[in-house]
């Protein structure tokens, strides 16, 4: 463990549902799927795709999906550079996102760009309900976000 320390607010994270009941991953939570007008399509490869592991490499395998999709998922990608957010989503109509001090500079402006367009820039305010709503369902005092930030993608 001492080896792989767990990181709480990751700076890059992966998340794809298509049940709203498993919609959170660490600061980031799906609230709404629906398809954009702007969502990515050919710069998201499909993780449901795997290949055959005991086939070598370099032979073409053919690929098979992982778990049957009953439901059109919806995903999101972020990678967070200091307070600037860029998200790359297919899917997913409306997301949260759930900033902790530790992580972001509440006296800077916070940036959010999804699928190239900036769908949010300007100073997010600390918030105390927030901070215990999160620290009492979270119950991990490395897991403090006093900050939501709702990012609706329709236009």
């Known amino acids: 463990m001492a080896d792989h320390p767990r990181e709480p607010h990751p700076h ?33 490869t499909d993780l449901n795709l795997m290949r055959d592991p005991d086939v070598p490499s370099g032979t073409i395998a053919p690929s098979f999906r992982l778990f049957s999709r009953p439901k059109r998922p919806g995903r999101v990608d972020l ?48 918030n105390v309900k927030t901070l215990m709503k999160w620290a009492a369902r979270d ?9 939501e930030l709702k990012i609706k993608l329709g236009r």
């Open 139 to 147: 119950n991990d005092r490395t897991m403090l976000y006093s900050a």
């Open 12 to 44: 890059q994270l992966i998340w794809e549902t298509a049940n709203l009941e498993r919609n959170r991953a660490h600061w980031l939570f799906i609230d709404e799927l629906g398809a954009q007008s702007d969502d990515a399509q050919s710069s998201m």
């Open 79 to 126: 990678v967070r550079t200091g307070n600037t957010i860029q998200a790359t989503t297919r899917g997913v109509a409306v997301f949260t996102l759930l900033l902790s001090p530790d992580t972001f500079d509440f006296s800077q402006p916070v940036k959010v760009v999804a699928n190239g367009r900036t769908v949010f820039e300007g100073r997010v305010e600390r």
